[in-house]
């Protein structure tokens, strides 16, 4: 059973840092995954935070998060991290993480069931 299980997710306050991590398991080859965080606020719509590409050599961000957030991955663990510094109140959300790969016209989307971040003093 092809899952990506996300962790890291706490409360911070305001300026401090979390790292999102997430595993996938299940994928036969899970490095030919493009990568994403999203998140999703109360009353608000999910959005996309970041995005890495299945090798790791391109990374595109929201530009609310550009300078403050990182996205990494490690295939040969099978997890994509999200480093989170200079947090602001602003960031709170459920944070989720997405693998999805389109091949001959097929894609596969993957969801995990997310972790919530609550940035609050």
């Known amino acids: 059973q092809v899952q990506v299980v996300e962790s890291g997710g706490g409360l911070v306050q305001p300026g401090g840092s979390l790292r999102l991590s997430c595993v996938g398991s299940g994928f036969t080859f899970i490095s030919m995954y493009a990568m994403s965080w999203y998140r999703q606020a109360p009353g608000k719509e999910r959005e996309l935070v970041a995005r890495?590409?299945?090798?790791?050599?391109?990374?595109n961000y929201a530009d609310s998060v550009k300078g403050r957030f990182t996205i990494s991955r490690d295939n040969a663990k099978n997890t994509v991290y999200l480093q989170m510094n200079s947090l602001k109140p602003e960031d709170t959300a459920v944070y989720y993480c997405?693998?999805?790969?389109?091949?001959?016209?097929?894609?596969?989307?993957?969801w995990g069931q997310g972790t919530q971040v609550s940035v609050s003093s």
């Open positions: 997405n693998a999805v790969r389109s091949i001959m016209g097929t894609t596969y989307n993957y």
């Open positions: 890495i590409s299945s090798t790791g050599g391109t990374t």
